[in-house]
């Protein structure tokens, strides 16, 4: 018997990028597009604006104590405050100021969404250039400026929309790399070490906790063999991954992720318009599910409590004419699953 997962009535979503720099256009998308009530809105992510809009520097403004600056190899760790980061911290209050004048009243879950400690340990570097990732204290140190960052943020958005269950999302696309020594240093010509399991998980723990004894929380990768076990354990209530990157030897951890009560996200939705065939049938954008149900030997009546329809990715590489249309087509498509599970 499967556990009651703390997204109820949350059959789709998106995951957090959206197209074009106007702040209002995309809370009226991401709020519109599920206006029946029944599926979860989101803090949009606009990266087409430039550095400090994109997640890692959207990431790197909610720090705490530890700033950044843009070099031409990516975000870099500074002394204080500059105008990259400062940027990144007002183009934040404008997103949370559309989103608020499109949530008045709103009551339900509502998700926002930062980097992950171990992708954004791979992506800023150090004041050297190497990545915060060979850095074991400077990992610690992030981790720990992070979560904090985090609750802040997290206690303004529940100010701000009072009546929302706020849900946190990690985003960790480079979690499996730096898990099996996959980042490549700063030349190129050699890789990280692989980072024990028990740090990774014990650092994901600390900040997935930034949501409080009772807040809800996910954990994204649309990267491969994503670990769902890993994820499970650190404390995610929640696990989003690419539905079409899912292979055999990760079925096992999602059949015992759906016994468990862990919600799973599933992007079986194309993020882009160029792999947009097939959208009028939602139906058919679930049948895989359906068909991992069935393999799984789990009971289809589950299927609509325990899977929430996404995006496979951001949609910041869409149209703005696509994004609507593919999260209308989600949340049909989590319709279909639970008109239809079988």
């Not at 700033?67 to 990259?84: C, K, L, N, T």
Request: glycine share 12%; aromatic share 4%.
């Amino acid at each position: 018997m499967s556990e009651k997962s703390k997204f109820s009535g949350c059959p789709a979503t998106g995951i957090g990028s959206m197209p074009g720099g106007d702040a209002r256009e995309a809370a009226k998308t991401v709020t519109g597009s599920f206006a029946d009530g029944q599926s979860m809105p989101y803090l949009a992510e606009l990266p087409a604006r430039g550095p400090g809009a994109d997640m890692i520097g959207r990431s790197v403004g909610l720090l705490v104590e530890m700033y950044g600056h843009v070099e031409p190899s990516g975000w870099r760790i500074s002394d204080r405050p500059g105008r990259d980061t400062l940027r990144a911290r007002s183009w934040l209050g404008e997103d949370l100021d559309a989103l608020e004048e499109f949530t008045q009243g709103y009551e339900g879950l509502l998700k926002v969404q930062a980097v992950g400690p171990w992708t954004l340990a791979a992506a800023l570097e150090l004041r050297g250039g190497e990545a915060m990732l060979a850095d074991a204290g400077a990992c610690r140190d992030l981790a720990g400026s992070l979560a904090e960052g985090l609750r802040a943020h997290l206690a303004e958005v529940r100010r701000r929309m009072p009546g929302a269950n706020v849900v946190l999302q990690l985003d960790e696309p480079s979690l499996t790399a730096v898990l099996l020594g996959r980042v490549r240093s700063a030349s190129g010509y050699r890789t990280y070490r692989a980072v024990d399991r028990q740090v990774v998980e014990s650092a994901l723990r600390d900040v997935l906790a930034a949501a409080g004894e009772d807040g809800t929380t996910l954990v994204h990768s649309c990267a491969p063999e994503v670990p769902v076990a890993l994820l499970r354990r650190a404390g995610a209530d929640g696990v989003s991954l690419d539905f079409s990157l899912l292979t055999e030897r990760e079925e096992e951890a999602i059949g015992e992720a759906v016994e468990g009560g862990t919600q799973l996200f599933l992007g079986v939705v194309p993020s882009t318009d160029a792999a947009s065939e097939g959208l009028s049938d939602p139906g058919g954008s679930v049948m895989g599910v359906r068909t991992l149900w069935r393999r799984l030997g789990l009971n289809p009546g589950t299927l609509a409590e325990s899977v929430t329809i996404t995006p496979s990715c951001g949609l910041a590489g869409a149209s703005p004419a696509y994004a609507r249309t593919a999260l209308a087509h989600s949340a049909r498509a989590a319709r279909s699953l639970a008109d239809n599970p079988e």
